[in-house]
């Protein structure tokens, strides 16, 4: 799982990649495409020519004196010292004569290639020629050769031109990310001072309405009020956090050494009023201290998400269980609950932000950032789950560098014992 800035990150990084592959490949099939016009005009236009020699000297030439790598094979023709064995072909000479029309053909033989016309000449000798094109061969091999080496040079090319046309392309995404999160920061900032002066000021009003014995509509409503303000001020929380963990190094809080299970004992302390209204049992096993390296607002926001999801979820007269423990050099935190469970199709998706679920609502940002937190820690987040038999989170961090001393934890209760 990653978490949202990991996600822009990798987003910004895939565009990158996919605009230097592209660029490199058209480039690199464009060279391809002007080598293999090259070849196919330079390797037709010596044919043509080659053709033409060879009737030619077939039809005219001396056959005492035939023009360079061509050899003909007529009455009264000496042979040459340096001719190519294998020749003449019969077989056209016996077709020539059976038939009075030229016969051309290509035989492949020594390495290299030979073009041969046999025809009747207009005095009626019977002529073959015979010519060797191994020096046209020779210059199309190097022209192959020079179009590999082209062809290294403008991948070469391509590669360099689409990481620059890549990073070029993607800045102004990159830049429109980076202000959106600058944006997030500041505007979450800015509004959390009027916030929680508005979920204070109507906290005030709503105790006051309780004192003053106003009408059950009025402190309804007051008390609507207060919860609206509550959550905004989680909403706002939820965003700066996200946007500290965002952040580049300098700006991010600095870790340090935080006891995992006492956390989660005062985390639990916090929601007992929560449990105990909903008529819930909270029990938390932590033997003995276990340390982590990291944020501990983070890692509180992260672990009383859990808890406020399990509590959300679990009906009343249902049990929550806490428990901490040692995994292979990792601290692992497990919080199961009875409550309906979800669908296990479900499980990677709980953790998008703003999911909405089939049976139990809308689970908001919350899990999203707990993800982005346990992430952020170098840590790992599983979930599971069967629908009417409770769910169970698991998150595992690497084990700080904190001594812990021996210490005897009591499980916290809380509702029904």
Do not use: K
């Amino acid at each position: 799982m990653r978490s949202s800035a990991h996600a822009e990150l990798a987003a910004v990084r895939r565009a990158r990649l996919r605009i230097s592959v592209i660029t490199g490949a058209i480039i690199t099939l464009l060279v391809a495409v002007v080598g293999g016009i090259a070849h196919t005009v330079m390797t037709h236009a010596q044919d043509e020519q080659v053709w033409r020699e060879l009737r030619y000297g077939a039809e005219r030439g001396d056959l005492s004196s035939p023009p360079g790598c061509t050899w003909l094979y007529g009455p009264g023709a000496p042979r040459l010292a340096n001719a190519p064995a294998g020749f003449p072909v019969r077989a056209d000479l016996d077709r020539v004569r059976a038939t009075g029309e030229a016969v051309e053909r290509t035989v492949r033989r020594d390495h290299t290639v030979y073009l041969v016309r046999s025809q009747l000449r207009a005095d009626g000798e019977m002529v073959q020629a015979v010519f060797d094109m191994r020096f046209q061969l020779a210059d199309r091999s190097y022209l192959l050769r020079a179009l590999g080496a082209a062809e290294a040079v403008g991948l070469v090319a391509a590669a360099v031109t689409g990481v620059v046309l890549g990073r070029r392309a993607v800045a102004p995404l990159a830049e429109a990310l980076a202000r959106q999160r600058r944006f997030v920061t500041d505007a979450s900032h800015e509004l959390r001072t009027p916030v929680t002066q508005v979920y204070t000021r109507a906290q005030v009003l709503s105790r006051q309405a309780s004192a003053e014995d106003l009408p059950a509509r009025h402190r309804d409503e007051l008390a609507r009020l207060v919860g609206s303000a509550g959550r905004l001020g989680e909403v706002l929380d939820d965003l700066l956090l996200s946007a500290s963990l965002a952040a580049g190094p300098a700006r991010r809080p600095e870790r340090r050494p935080v006891d995992l299970a006492e956390l989660a004992r005062s985390v639990v302390a916090e929601e007992s009023d929560r449990a105990r209204e909903g008529n819930l049992t909270i029990t938390v096993d932590a033997p003995h201290p276990l340390f982590v390296d990291g944020i501990e607002s983070a890692l509180r926001r992260a672990v009383a998400e859990l808890l406020t999801n399990a509590i959300g979820h679990t009906p009343a007269g249902g049990r929550i269980t806490v428990a901490l423990g040692r995994v292979r050099g990792a601290v692992e935190l497990t919080v199961t609950d009875t409550g309906a469970g979800f669908d296990p199709t479900e499980t990677e998706r709980l953790f998008e932000r703003f999911h909405r679920s089939g049976r139990h609502g809308r689970y908001g940002l919350g899990l999203a950032l707990l993800r982005e937190v346990v992430i952020h820690h170098g840590g790992t987040l599983a979930a599971s789950s069967r629908p009417g038999r409770g769910a169970r989170f698991i998150i595992r961090l690497p084990e700080g560098a904190g001594r812990p001393a021996p210490a005897t934890a009591h499980p916290v209760g809380s509702g029904r014992p």
